[in-house]
Every structure is written in structure tokens, then in C-alpha cells.
């Protein structure tokens, strides 16, 4: 499967991944090779066959429903770029 | 005092224990090793400091495990509390974590020293070590009088690399696809990557979580199976770590074969595959059935569609994992316009953090998983991994206790060789040790010859599930066997 520009900006953006217009058409050629690559899974009978969730068949445990952690402010906010008043500070997001 | 660095685990720890050695002379030796060895690209982040003060803490306490005392390398991939830990990603520059991987807990509880961090591909994605933002890693070997440099693979390369320059005695690695496999071939080391759920995945920077599995590189198998033994274990904070007991690996070791069948999988023979991985590949069976191995041909027929699989399967879940960097809670963040908005905000970080193979990945995972191509490319990789999982099951059914094929398609390539080729061939790398991380098994590679210009060569053991004792046994006795003990010449 061939992959247009359009598509290529539109994958970008999905991401959330700033790429400029003059690096479109060979980000589009790189997905076109690797798309190339994986059809080749069509190929492969796979009627009647579930797709794997868990490579060990397994129920995922619970724990106790307590409160087992907590009050961490410091810690947590200790790396953000831009921390304020103990939060994250971000751009304004709505109007 | 240079040779101390030299040492096995196993032997340093019976020093340690005598009381011939302390662990301070120890460190002081692997210390003085890193410090002359910038030239490799290894240690990305020095911690000598913690790593004296460790090294005093095991030499105090005669209560220690096996690892008391013994100065590792730990990839950067793994959370190290208060230490630079960036995933070799420009988008963690400067963060320390405020907290401490269950393996690295481990390790350091059994007495283990840190001697400080490791090279690696960004986020584990890469097969040279050449997409870190550290800049690459350096194999010790060359070819023959050739100065070119060559590349210690990926992306556990400065774990390869420190391991085989004796910068360290031992080092974690990490294994998505066959980064712990491939770089311990490309450098003449010992790499294991557990079944998964043997090691607990908390505090290592996630790339595909169904895949990942951390495991050790070090200088023999005896030393694999102490340090596999330290790294183990259910942690309830991983939800897929399981709940089974550790066993002695150490104890598994008695190089006894006789009996077992060895699968030799006919699909592993790929065209073009060239004579002399060809060849150790018959020396090793040859190998085996001299310990007295029953050799059995058998066929994995969905093995050509594992690479297919594989980078449908890791980009998806790599798009989700790093989801999270968005400049917001930890690492980089892009300087902003006037104007700019959250969106810019996260578009412009990933942009700048994120180097091209990671974007790649990122936007390759995103496609898949998109409207409309979710079930062609998505479902239908999981169904492919469950017939290549079921593959390994038919022949594990039918009595096979282990397999045996190469662990690379060649010997260590140059730095920059794969520079202008399509993404698709440094994938290829892969294709002998991803189909073990599809299927969850535990594989092997063992040093087992070298090519006509004088590079390690590997062999790949795979495993049944958990059952990681066995399978270092017969990954002895083929060392055993090969007996190889070629060290690179010392140029850095």
C-alpha cells in the first residue's frame, strides 16, 4: 500500500508529532516501505484464529481495594518542565 | 589492578567471599577501566561516588547475596532513583527519577553496585546503537587490522560493549525484538532474555510492554544464571510479572545433555544466509549431539511472518506507551511561541525529543491503530503471533526441549554502513530473535565462533516457558563445547 502525503500529514498530526511540509513526501516513501513489509501477513490464513491478548494465558490479579500510596506531591511534580502552586502548569487550554 | 575488572561474577564472588578481595578494590579497578574508555560511548552517565559508597556497604555487609560486592552497568532504560535515567531520548534530558526499578531494587538489595548507566538506541528501538542521542556505542572488536568502527548492535549495545571491554562485570540489558541476543552475539558475550514475566517490567521505560523483557548480559552462562536469579521474581506492582517461584538457575548447571532433543528449525535456513553462519550453526549442532543431544529436524512455518508481525505489533503499542511524553510531567519541553497552545505544546515537544527512528515507530504504531486499519493491520498481527506461538507449542508438544539457531544473520557491521539503506533491512537483524519475543519464550545467546575476520559469531538457544534452568544448561554445555575465549585487542 502506497502512502499519499495527505495521509502522511494526517498520521503526523494523530501523533502529535510537529513534521514540516518539506519533510512529507519522504516520511510518505519510509510508511510506504514499511506498510510494503507488513502485507505480507496477508498472506497468512487466519480464519478462525483469535488475536493474542496475553502471550501467557493469564487473569490479571487484583490487589485489596486500599488506599496503598499517596501524598506525594513533591515527588511527582519534581520533574515537570513547569510546575506551580503544586501543579502542572500547562497553556491555556480552554477560553 | 586492571585485571581485577577481567574477572567472571562467579569467580569474584568466591574472592569476595574468601576475603582475597573487597569489593572497594573491585569498583576502584572497573572505575579506573570506564574512566579510559570514553572512546567506547558506554557509560553515558558515571556514577563513581555511589558506586564507592555501595562498594564500602557490600564490604560491611557479610550477609550479602551472591551479587555482594560486584560492580554492574545498568542501561539507561532502567528507572535508577536520583540518577539520569533518559531512555537515550533527547525527550527525558534531565530527568531523575524519584523512584527505583524493581530490578535495579533487586540487584542493589543482593549487594550489587552501580557503576553508572549505559549506552542504548532511543527507547530500545534500534539494532546498532546508532539512534541514541548519546551518540554511538563502540564494539571493542575489529576486523582484523581494518580501523573501522563497528557497531556493538542494539539496542543493548553499551551493556555489549562494557561487558566485553571488562568495563564492568556484568550488565542489564533489555529485549523487545532480540536486544539482549543480538548485541551479546555482536560482541562475544553471554545474553539471556527470560520468559516473560520472570522480570518484573516496574520502573524500565516501557516500549512494547507484551514484548519487553529485561535480562542480563555478562561474560559466561554461570554468570547469566546468577545474575537472571537476582533479577527475578513476582513483583505485584507488574501485573504480568508471575507469580512462581525463583529457582537455583546456578544449581541447573551441570553441562549433563544427554538425552534432550534439540530442534533445529529448517525456516531458520533463510536464502542467502551466509556460509560461515551456516557453518556454526552445523559445528554447534554437532556440538550438542557430541554431549549426547538427540537432534531433531523440525519446522516453525510461520517464522517468515514474525518480523511482519513484530513491527505491526511493538509500533502499536509503542504509540500508546509514549503517549505520555508530552512535555507536561517529566523530561524535555519545547520553548513556545506566542500564541502556541497545548496542541503546539505537545507537537513541538515530540518534534524536537523524539529522534527519527522513535517519530517513525510512533507514527507507524498510530497508522496501524487508526480508524479503518485497525483490524488489517492490528487484529490480524496478533493472529499471525498466535500461530507463531502455537508453532513453538506444536514442537515443544512433540518433546523438543530446546532450539537451536543463529542469533544474527552475520557479525558485527560498521558504524554508519546501514546509513542509506531502507528501515527495513536494519529490521532484519531481527529476524532470528524476534519470533521468541512473540511467542514469550526464554532465549539464549552463547558465543560460539568466530568469522574469517576474526568477529564473535552466536548462537541462539530458545527454551520452554519457565523452564529458563534447563535451558542455561544446555546453553553451558555448549559452551562448554565451543570453548570460546577470544577477547577483543585493546585499542581504546
Redesign the interface.
Known sequence: MSIDIETARRVAKLARIAVPESDLPELANEFSAILGFIEQLNEVDVDGIEPMTSVTPQRLKRRDDVVNDGGQQEAVLKNAPDAREGFFAVPKVVE | MSELSKLKISEARDALKKGELTSVELTQACLSEIEKADALGAFVHKTPELALDMAKAADANKAGGDLNGIPLGIKDLFCTKGVPSQAASGILE??????ESTVTTQLFADGAVMLGKLNMDEFAMGSSNETSVYGNAVNPWKRGNDDAQLTPGGSSGGSATAVAADLCLGATGTDTGGSIRQPAAFVGITGIKP???RVSRWGVVAFAS?LDQAGPMTKDVRDAAIMLKAMSGHD?KD??S??LAVPDFEAALTGDIRGKTIGIPKEYRMDGMPEEISKLWDDGTAMLKDAGAVIKDITLP?T??A???Y??IAPAEA?SNLARY????????AK?DAG?????????T??EG?GDEV??R???G???L?AGFYDA?Y?????????I?KDFEDVFAAGVDAILTPATPSAAFGLGEMDNE???KM?LNDVFTVTVN???LPGISVPTGVDHQGLPLGLQLIGR?WEEGDLLNTAYALETAAGFVAKPGKWW
Open positions: 534531565g530527568f531523575k527519577p524519584e523512584y520468559t516473560y514475566g507484551s505485584p501485573s504480568t508471575a507469580d510461520h517468515q511472518y518480523l511482519p508481525a513491527y505491526v504509540s508530552d512535555g507536561v510531567r517529566f523530561g524535555h519541553r513556545l502556541d497552545g497545548i496542541t503546539e505544546m505537545y507537537e513541538k515530540r518534534a523524539f517519530k517513525r510512533v507514527m507507524i498510530t497508522y496501524v487508526s493491520y487484529n490480524r498481527a496478533r493472529r499471525v503471533r498466535a500461530l506461538k531502507d528501515p527495513v529490521y512473540l511467542a514469550g516457558p
